[in-house]
């Protein structure tokens, strides 16, 4: 474990170049793009430095990611929250940042951390940053029905929507979204 942990800090801190082309694990299974999740509130993992504590270093997190896309073979998206709470909303800083970075598309959850998953999404604010980069925007946060799916796309302008608790609860919401889709002509929500 503890080898482990130091070889993370290692990467996280740039001290050891990773030999390109970098292939994740998931490219031989045909993975279209790499994830890093920047959005994991979980105090196992915000302890250690990582999942939405990345969240207070936009600079560090952006020089990560633009070593990681620069040598990735995939393309390399990244999950983020509206910011570490609500006195630290930095999404847009972050979002700037990333797409200097090179990130291919950003997830954003409509949440802080501390906020976890005991507030509405702010999806006024996930759309006002979807309108506001050139990057593409995956919109997630309170996507628990096909209907929710149709709407929050349509009234942010964002590029996709995700679904996390949503998939956990209903599983079949994907084939509903794509069945409303069909019915619709394949337009966008």
């Not at 799916?149 to 084939?175: D, H, N, Y």
Request: with cysteine.
């Amino acid at each position: 474990m503890r080898l482990v942990r130091r070889a993370f800090w290692a990467i996280r801190a740039n001290l050891c170049p990773i030999p390109g082309p970098f292939r994740p694990p998931g490219f031989q299974s045909g993975a279209q793009f790499m994830d890093i999740n920047c959005g994991c509130p979980i105090f196992e993992a915000t302890r250690r430095g990582m999942g939405s504590a990345m969240l207070r270093k936009p600079r560090a997190l952006a020089r990560m990611v633009a070593g990681i896309a620069a040598e990735s073979e995939l393309p390399v998206t990244v999950k983020i929250r509206l910011g570490e709470n609500e006195k630290s909303i930095n999404v847009e800083t972050v979002v700037e940042y990333l797409e200097r970075a090179g990130a291919a598309a950003v997830t954003i959850h409509g949440r802080t951390a501390v906020q976890r998953y005991k507030k509405a999404a702010d999806w006024g604010r996930v759309g006002d940053v979807a309108r506001a980069t050139q990057l593409p925007v995956i919109g997630n946060g309170d996507i628990l029905t096909h209907y929710e799916a149709v709407a929050r796309l349509r009234e942010s302008g964002c590029t996709a929507v995700m679904a996390g608790r949503g998939a956990l609860i209903k599983p079949w919401i994907f084939q509903e979204f794509k069945e409303v889709r069909r019915m619709r002509g394949g337009e966008r929500g």
